[in-house]
């Protein structure tokens, strides 16, 4: 058993007064001795119950390099190493989370209301592609006005690049992007610029490269469930005790030794465990109890949009704080490009989706869903708009493309303008992707670096899955894809900061909205039932925020062309008694590239300017 007075984490390398003391869970080997790097001879762990074996190495030191001998049969890296400085199948480090010198002390954490996210890849971000070149860059973060950083993940994986959701060391940050302490260096001065940082973290399989569990125990893997990735991890079969405890334990490790202010859970449809306790209430808990007095968020990935994962214990839930919003993405796209195709099968970009999205969340609350042939979504009329994270762009859904094009250059800058009004006004959580603040030139691919096997099956996997988009399942279309293995589709995919000036409108337009956003009582509420819309011509809609007394708000959203609405039978136009609509905010306001707006509600009709959005006060007659 764990003495806690010798150890916080039930597995991996830790040190003590004058000694480091290991352990690691082998319930299949007989023997298990530490070998030190540069030590004659080895130390043997003793056994325990339930296959762990551990003990005290003295002549172990902060700093010392390791591997887990197993019954004599070869050496193998700790799979809870805290650092891999060669790599995955390299020797394991010690390291002392205790010498770094926080100065976060009064830092409070992040509750779910109130957010703005930016998701972002730290090999890609900066040019030189590390924990120390993102530093530099966190004040013009924190100056756009987003508050929540969420990094892709960043436990080591093999190669020189990667997207990190192959990761076969779950505790160790990669040695790509620096050190441990370099990591520390980042969330603490995020932190003192007011920014919280979350970690996206993969529960669901282990990298197929660099990936030594089975050679520890088979038993890390569920015998009844794979996943689209590899196999299913094992959380409620024979032996599964160790592996949820792993899990658990590395959740709560980044809150702790890292002070993240919490995760993002990745693909958790392929999840599996059919316990009374799920893994993923017991990740929240224990995450929730890490971070003691400050506050955290877990945010969910969940493809059906299975709303239980937001919802209280006591109604079967799973007690996270938010879900990406898949639907509001593909309507968006639809209506940005045209295209309906593949995923997009079931959205028509249509003014009545973006109202019932706004007001409701997911548009798919339990309907027929015809790309999947079945019923897709679960309700969430009764749930808080900040359980729901709504985006144009992210990670996957840029690379999901023939050229890894962002979205603004996939449509035309006004119908791209009014889009963003929306997602960054809507009272859902709005996420940015890295480098959509300044319309970024750079694509997003996807990369992996991998041995020359696996590297040719995922560049023939990846062809294979772009194939279920009738534009690029055509043979013109096939030489075109980007090799997710060439290192030039890793560079190619890196941000030019410079381009914060150089694109000087668009991120005009994203500071300022975001500031509106902050600033202005109504747009900042996120309250539940206080939005209400309606659908004003074929292209265009209106979105009516309520707020104290009559001090309400309109967001007027034309993706269409010029609209004369005459007459215009819609009371949610109506101005509050007393008053006249005020433009507030355009869209079409010279200094984010637009032409200019004239007032919309006249004496003789509403003028709505096309590819426009357009917020509007009350002001005294």
Sequence with gaps: ???????????????????????????????????????????????????????????????????????DEGDYPDPASRFQPQGPDQWSQVVDPAQFAWT??????????????????????????????????????????????????????????????????????????????DFRRFVDRAHALGLGVILDVVYNHFGPAGNHFASFSPYYFSERCTTDWGRALNFDSSNSGPVREFCIANAAYWVDEFHLDGLRLDATQDIHDQSEDHILRAIGRAVREKAGRRKAILVAENEPQNAKLVRPAHDGGYELDAMWNDDFHHSAMVRLTGRNEAYYTDYLGSPQEFVSAVKHSFLYQGQRYSWQKQRRGTPTLDLE???????????????????????????????????????????????????????????????????????????????????????????????????????????????????????????????????????????????????????????????????????????????????????????????PEGTLWRTAFSTEDPKYGGGGTPPLDTEGSWQIPGHAAVALNPEAR
């Design 1 to 71: 058993m764990i003495d806690p007075a010798v150890r916080k984490l039930p597995v991996g390398a830790e040190v003590v007064p004058g000694a480091v003391h290991f352990r690691v869970w082998a319930p299949v080997r007989k023997k298990v001795e530490v070998v030190l790097h540069g030590e004659p001879g080895s130390f043997p762990l003793q056994p325990e119950p339930s296959g762990y074996f551990a003990g005290l190495v003295q002549s172990g030191r902060v700093a010392s390099l390791y591997k887990y001998r197993l019954d």
């Design 385 to 575: 708009p900040c359980c729901f994270v709504l985006f144009i762009q992210n990670h996957d859904q840029i690379a999901n493309s023939a050229y890894g094009m962002r979205c603004h250059n996939l449509t035309d800058p006004g119908r791209y303008r009014a889009m963003t009004a929306l997602l960054l006004l809507a009272p859902g959580t709005p996420m940015l992707f890295q480098g959509q603040e300044f319309a970024a030139s750079s694509p997003f691919f996807y990369f992996a670096d991998l041995p020359p096997k696996k590297a040719q099956g995922v560049k023939g996997g990846r062809a294979e899955f772009l194939r279920q988009f009738r534009s690029l399942g055509t043979p013109e279309m096939s030489c075109r894809f980007a090799d997710p293995g060439d290192p030039k589709t890793f560079e190619r995919s890196k941000l030019d900061h410079s381009e914060r000036e150089r694109h000087a409108e668009v991120y005009a337009l994203h500071r300022d909205l975001l500031r509106l956003r902050r600033l202005d009582p109504v747009f900042s509420a996120q309250k539940k039932h206080h939005v209400d819309g309606a659908v004003l011509s074929p292209e265009a809609f209106v979105l009516r925020f309520f707020g104290e007394s009559g001090d309400d708000r309109l967001l007027v959203v034309n993706f269409g062309r010029d609209l004369d609405l005459d007459p215009a039978p819609e009371p949610l136009l109506a101005p």
């Design 104 to 181: 976060d002390h009064n830092w409070r954490g992040v509750a779910p209301a109130g957010q703005v996210i930016y998701e972002m890849h730290i090999g890609t971000f900066t040019r030189e592609g590390t924990w120390l070149s993102a530093i530099t860059e966190l004040p013009h973060l924190a100056a756009t006005g987003v508050s929540v950083l969420e990094l892709m993940p960043v436990g080591e994986f093999p190669g020189r690049f990667g997207w990190g959701y192959d990761g076969v060391h779950p505790f160790a940050p990669t040695r790509l992007y620096g050190e441990p302490d």
